[in-house]
């Protein structure tokens, strides 16, 4: 994962501004993402879709009931972080998240642009965000 974020430094570094990369590379990096911080929530899948004017990034992951409010943060860090470098337009996120030995999992979304306030930018707090961004449903 260092090796990751030196060329992306040196890309960044050579080419000014931030880079922009593709769904591909995109999800390269976000398994490379899942797999290198031991407490990460199990990355189930990804999603990227358009549905009528929306461009969604979903991610689902598994976690535990004692866990949940720490991966939910974590999640839609993920996506908030990625979609900030993707070429692709994304205005929505989707955290599907899936409980150990239970069937019916927790639909969270959030505007990307909103959340970017609280992930990237650092101008809302969480429970800012919390209020303002997020929507959770059990559907």
């Known amino acids: 994962m ?29 398994k490379e993402y899942f797999n290198s911080i031991k407490q990460s929530p199990t990355l189930f899948g990804h999603r990227f879709y358009n549905h009528k004017q929306e461009y969604v990034f979903q991610l689902e992951i598994e976690t535990s009931d004692i866990d949940f409010n ?28 899936h409980f150990e030995g239970k069937h019916i999992p927790i639909v969270a979304k959030s505007e990307i642009d909103c959340s970017r306030s609280f992930f ?20």
Do not use: N
């Open 2 to 30: 260092k090796k990751l974020i030196i060329i992306f430094v040196i890309i960044q570094y050579c080419f000014g501004g931030s880079p922009k990369y593709g769904d591909e590379q995109i999800v390269i990096i976000l």
């Open 70 to 97: 720490d991966e939910l943060i974590f999640g839609f860090k993920a996506i908030s972080k990625l979609a900030d470098v993707a070429k692709s337009p994304f205005t929505h996120s989707i955290l599907i998240i």
């Open 120 to 139: 990237i930018e650092g101008v809302m707090d969480e429970t800012q965000w919390r209020k303002k961004c997020l929507t959770i449903t059990d559907q």
